[in-house]
């Protein structure tokens, strides 16, 4: 069993940076393919990036290319997303979530087998 936890959100200006961490318990979290999905209010959760499980494929949003940077560190079962240039619309809760056979290429959330409870990022005009 994989046990996931977010940390890292909290409050931004314009074009400022946040870096957020998907911590993982579990000995095979090595194993998994890791993505980050958001939520912002009133709208669908949706596909932010993932990266594979050794770490050497990465895959983003088409809104986050540029800004965002997935990347994951396997001897601290931790998976960071650095946000930087942040607009108004990347608020939203961000959760992390793991995946066995998840196809990183796919951008949706098919596949993902264990879930965070998420952390917000609000970023303020």
């Known amino acids: 069993q994989v046990q996931l936890v977010e940390s890292g959100g909290g409050l931004v200006q314009t074009g400022g940076s946040l870096r957020l961490s998907c911590a993982a318990s579990?000995?095979?979290?090595?194993?998994?393919?890791v993505g980050w999905f958001r939520q912002a209010p009133g709208k669908e959760r949706g596909f932010v990036a993932a990266?594979?499980?050794?770490?050497?494929?990465?895959f983003y949003t088409d809104s986050v290319k540029g800004r965002f940077t997935i990347s994951r560190d396997n001897a601290k079962n931790t998976v960071y997303l650095q946000m930087d240039s942040l607009k108004s619309g990347d608020t939203a809760v961000y959760y992390c979530?793991?995946?066995?056979?998840?196809?990183?290429?796919?951008?949706?959330?098919?596949?993902?087998?264990?879930w965070g409870k998420g952390t917000l990022v609000t970023v303020s005009s």
């Open positions: 979530a793991a995946g066995r056979g998840y196809e990183i290429q796919g951008g949706t959330d098919y596949g993902m087998d264990h």
């Open positions: 579990g000995r095979t979290f090595s194993r998994y393919a």
């Open positions: 990266v594979s499980w050794s770490g050497d494929s990465t």
